[in-house]
Each structure stands twice: as C-alpha cells, then as structure tokens.
C-alpha cells in the first residue's frame, strides 16, 4: 500500500519536472497554465489517499503564488480560472470518495454489530 502511494506522487513529480523542463521556452503566464492543466488532468484520472491529496492541494497553491507574479491577457486570466475550478472540482471530488468509503466502513461495521 506505502509503495503504491509512493509510486503515484513520485510519478507525480517526476511528470511535473519533465513538463516544466519541455515547457522551458515559454512564458511564466503559459508555464504556469500548462503546470495547472498537468496538474488538473493527474488529479482528474488518478486515486489518492488523504496525504497526497493534500501534497497536490500544495503544489498547487505553489503554482498559484507563481501566477501572482503574472501578467495575464484576459483570455489566460479565463483559463486560470476555469483551471481553478477545475482542480477545486477534481480534488473535492476525491476528498469525498474517502469520506464515503470511510463511512461504508463505519456503516458496515455497525450492522455487523447487531
């Protein structure tokens, strides 16, 4: 289980810094919109407990102060929001998955009990 976790967020991180190095001759505005689409679309497709998802919410608040030093067009100020959106949706989405098996567990448990 431990090296399934550490697996996914050592393919998480080593397809962030592989992105970022192909990403080299963009701007910071489109480097960091590709960085929250790679992010968006690992979060979208993966499963992940509790502590990679907050090491994902953390990357991306990394990402986030990044986009502070920005200058975007309007289009691209769209776009970030539409990814914000986007992780916000994908990521509570996944909080809510372990929230609900959590409570099938506690469920289970307690119907066995009778």
Do not use: H, P, W
């Not at 990402?63 to 502070?68: L, M, P, V, Y």
Request: charged content about 30%.
């Amino acid at each position: 289980m431990k090296i399934n976790v550490i697996t996914k967020v050592a393919t998480v991180v080593a397809l962030l810094f592989a992105f970022s190095l192909l990403t080299s001759c963009q701007s910071k505005e489109e480097k960091v919109i590709s960085q929250m689409e790679s992010l968006c679309k690992t979060v979208e497709k993966d499963s992940f407990d509790v502590k990679d998802i907050d090491a994902l919410k953390a990357k991306f608040d990394a990402i986030t102060e990044q986009a502070k030093d920005c200058d975007f067009t309007n289009e691209q100020l769209k776009e970030v929001a539409q990814l914000s959106a986007r992780f916000t949706k994908a990521i509570t989405q996944k909080a809510l998955e372990r929230v609900g098996s959590a409570v099938d567990g506690i469920l289970e448990g307690l119907s066995g009990e009778e």
